[in-house]
């Protein structure tokens, strides 16, 4: 079960997510990042830019690789994931553009690009620590209900919710894609550990599928009950849904105090 982490608002979990991701830059300099585009990551990456200047912490190493790009929408679309990893991502924590990759979403053979890219992560190493938003229809990346629990890197349709949620960032909801690229729930399974945060009452019905329903296709973020090692931060009302939320009030708690306490 993943750990579970109950905080008052955005803020909050943007510092206890940034100081995971601080740790792991700091332990392995050369550390390859999963990263996720959308507003669920945005207080993290703000919060981990801060810590990554206080602390002076080498970052020229850190690799990255962003979970999904929209279809036939070109790199330099402010709008594309590539843009908007840049913009959020590399420019602000100071990371190498070089080492920073999003999968293909146009050009020639784009059937092949998926291919490309889980090779890509393969060579890198394989993804250290993948940050995840999960959508108010329960995906992660853009693995839509109906995913394989297996998928890798491929073509997929969007479904017309998430079409609707993601419309905010167009000018007029027909701009929005109708296809992406993304990585698989078997390629997010491979990441060596997965950090989900939630926020709002508009996905507490997905955050208590994902992690107290059964693991399903139907709830592709439920896959994360499949991963060792998960972590996931959520505010009050995104976890206004969950059987078990004090038992994992009560686990964090405890959790801190024996960090807290040598034996
Ligand atoms: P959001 O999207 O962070 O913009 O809410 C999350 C997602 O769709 O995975």
Not at 59 to 74: H, K, M, N, Q, T
Not at 196 to 225: D, H, R, T, Y
Request: some cysteine; proline content about 6%.
């Amino acid at each position: 079960m993943a750990e579970v982490i109950i905080v008052r608002d955005q803020t909050e979990a943007g510092s206890v997510a940034a100081s995971i991701f601080a740790q792991q830059i700091s332990t392995n300099p050369c550390t390859v990042l999963g990263l996720a585009t959308g507003s669920t990551p945005l207080s993290t990456y703000a919060a981990l830019a801060a810590t990554v200047a206080e602390d002076a912490i080498d970052v020229s190493g850190v690799r990255g690789f962003a979970l999904d790009e929209y279809l036939g929408v070109p790199p330099q679309h402010p709008e594309s994931y590539r843009s908007v990893i840049t913009r959020e991502v590399v420019e602000p924590l100071g990371l190498n553009p070089d080492y920073v990759f999003t999968p293909r979403g146009t050009g020639p053979g784009i059937t092949q690009a998926g291919a490309e890219y889980e090779d890509m992560i393969a060579e890198a190493g394989g993804i250290d620590i993948q940050i995840l938003g999960i959508g108010s229809n329960g995906h992660v990346g853009f693995n839509e209900p109906g995913s394989s629990l297996a998928s890798t890197t491929r073509i997929k349709a969007l479904a017309e919710q998430t079409r609707k949620d993601n419309a905010r960032f167009f000018d007029s909801p027909d701009e929005v894609p109708t296809h992406c690229i993304t990585q698989g729930l078997g390629t997010i399974l491979k990441a060596r550990q997965l950090v989900l945060l939630a926020f709002g009452a508009n996905k507490a019905q997905a955050v208590a599928a994902a992690l107290e329903g059964p693991v399903s296709s139907a709830v592709p973020g439920s896959v994360i009950q499949q991963h060792p090692r998960a972590t996931v931060i959520i505010d009050e009302s995104a976890a206004a849904g969950l059987a078990h939320a004090e038992y994992y009030r009560h686990a964090w708690r405890s959790a801190q105090i024996l960090n807290a306490v040598s034996f």
